[in-house]
């Protein structure tokens, strides 16, 4: 009789871990445009009751810098301040580490990363002197990730060839 490997779930559940970064610029910051960023997952491996994961999340932060200032001429409140500077990006690779409980997860099993995202992150840049430009930018990311451990198990398949036939006589009536 013929066998069949059929995945068999062992569990599926996840986990978060939050990872705090301090970044230099290497220009004073006038303004952050949107920040983009996507999650990597470099190694899932499954253990004796859990999964250890392995990551890191890119992220790309375009930013604004301050050559010069000057204003147009007008009157009173019809001023117009003129800010000119120089569009750049600063590119982020954070590492992350995390393990997910999985009973009944055991070496060699199948690991599979269902989800990883950020779930949400708090930026607060820092003014070091005062002149209203960022030198600093203090990064608080919250990393999610859910797996699913699925074990590789060798079915017999008997009676499938019957079970075909009579379903299909079953149909054409």
């Known amino acids: 009789m013929p066998d069949a490997v059929l995945p068999l779930l062992v569990g599926e559940d996840s986990s978060q871990v939050l990872e705090d970064v301090e970044v230099t610029f290497p220009t004073p910051v006038v303004e952050i445009d949107e920040p983009t960023k996507r999650v990597e997952i470099i190694r899932c491996e499954a253990i004796p009751g859990k999964v250890i994961i392995v990551g890191r999340v890119i992220k790309n932060i375009p930013f604004k810098t301050r050559s010069g200032e000057s204003f147009l001429p007008g009157e009173g409140r019809r001023r117009v301040r003129v800010v000119c500077g120089d569009l750049r ?4 690779f954070i590492p992350f580490r995390l393990f997910v409980e999985i009973p009944g997860a055991q070496e060699g099993d199948t690991c599979d ?4 995202c950020v779930l949400g992150e708090v930026d607060t840049l820092i003014d070091d002197d005062g002149d209203g430009l960022f030198e600093r930018l203090q990064e608080t990311i919250d990393i999610h990730v859910r797996v699913r451990v699925t074990r590789d198990t060798v079915v017999t398949v008997s009676g499938a060839r019957r079970m075909l036939t009579t379903n299909l006589v079953r149909f054409s009536r």
């Open 89 to 92: 990006h600063c590119t982020l």
């Open 113 to 116: 990363v269902i989800e990883a």
